[in-house]
Nanobody, 119 residues
Framework: QVQLVESGGGLVQAGGSLRLSCAAS????????MGWFRRAPGKEREFVAA???????YYQDSVKGRFTISRDNAKNTVYLQMNSLRPEDTAVYYC?????????????WGPGTQVTVSS
């Protein structure tokens, strides 16, 4: 059974930082690249960033240079360090395994964590 639990969201002013965490079940973590997605109000869920098993990462263009994704294999946890936050980063953030570059591997999602950036 897929288990994904996100945490670390909150309310922050523009220019601020947050660090998100996602605890994943071991089967997912060992077999897949892991990634973050987000859904802004009124928009479709979109890819944000992913990290491969070798710790290399890739990002959506709008977050490059501001967000850093990382993973701790011993803890089955993936992180998203978000700096220089902008109001347009406001969204519910979700993690999932990633396939075919930027697609979520599983149809079931965790509860997500709300990030709100005030201007």
């Amino acid at each position: 059974q897929v288990q994904l639990v996100e945490s670390g969201g909150g309310l922050v002013q523009a220019g601020g930082s947050l660090r998100l965490s996602c605890a994943a079940s071991g089967r997912i973590f060992s077999d897949y690249n892991m990634g973050w997605f987000r859904r802004a109000p009124g928009k479709e869920r979109e890819f944000v960033a992913a990290v491969r098993s070798d710790d290399s990462a890739y990002y959506q263009d709008s977050v490059k240079g501001r967000f850093t994704i990382s993973r701790d294999n011993a803890k089955n946890t993936v992180y998203l360090q978000m700096n220089s936050l902008r109001p347009e980063d406001t969204a519910v953030y979700y993690c999932n395994a990633v396939i075919v570059g930027r697609m979520p591997a599983f149809g079931s999602w965790g509860p997500g964590t709300q990030v709100t950036v005030s201007s």
